[in-house]
């Protein structure tokens, strides 16, 4: 009798060390497939016709990145080394067209210059509208954005502005 009390004391105990001492190998394929992979964005720059900003993520660090960017006859192509994080970036003159990144064998599309130009235009109109927004009702007198001091604004900028003065200058807040 004593041999199956030893049993059924024992097996709860085994079968909860052998759990445990799998935990940590589970962690480890966990975190191998937890590598980033490659993603890059292209953005505009901001008030330079043509200039683009391209960021890239997840490449293997210290290895050559390369950046495509342009279309069959006109075409800009840079190349620069991960920095210990997996992060690259690089700035030119961008043909129209796709933009991609490869590291190794990972190759992604960064987007186009033309998503990264109406990108732009959004964030320049809302970053406008919020301005003129905020500072009318700060007054509710009607403004412009060459009164705050900024000379010949971004044009997407100075069409959100006006919107934002019009929104505040209607609101019940001004009325």
Do not use: W
């Not at 997996?86 to 003159?93: E, I, K, L, R, Y």
Request: charged share 15%; with cysteine.
């Amino acid at each position: 009798m004593k041999p199956r009390i030893r049993l059924a004391v024992l097996a709860p105990v085994l079968v909860s060390s052998l759990a445990l001492g799998s935990a940590p190998l589970l962690a480890a394929s966990a975190q191998a497939a937890a590598v980033p992979s490659l993603t890059c964005s292209v953005k505009q720059t901001p008030n330079t016709t043509g200039k683009y900003n391209v960021s890239v993520t997840g490449a293997q660090p210290g290895t050559t990145v390369t950046v495509r960017g342009g279309s069959a006859t006109h075409q800009f192509i840079f190349a620069t080394n991960a920095d210990d994080d997996g992060n690259a970036s690089t700035s030119g003159f961008i043909p129209a067209g796709k933009v991609t990144a490869s590291n190794q064998d990972d190759k992604v599309t960064c987007g186009t210059v033309k998503q990264a130009e109406q990108k732009n235009a959004q964030d320049q109109y809302n970053a406008g509208f919020q301005r003129g927004l905020s500072e009318t009702l700060k007054t509710c007198k009607q403004q412009s954005a060459n009164q705050q001091g900024l000379v010949q604004p971004d044009p997407n900028y100075e069409r959100g502005y006006n919107a934002g003065v019009d929104k505040a200058l209607s609101s019940p807040k001004c009325q």
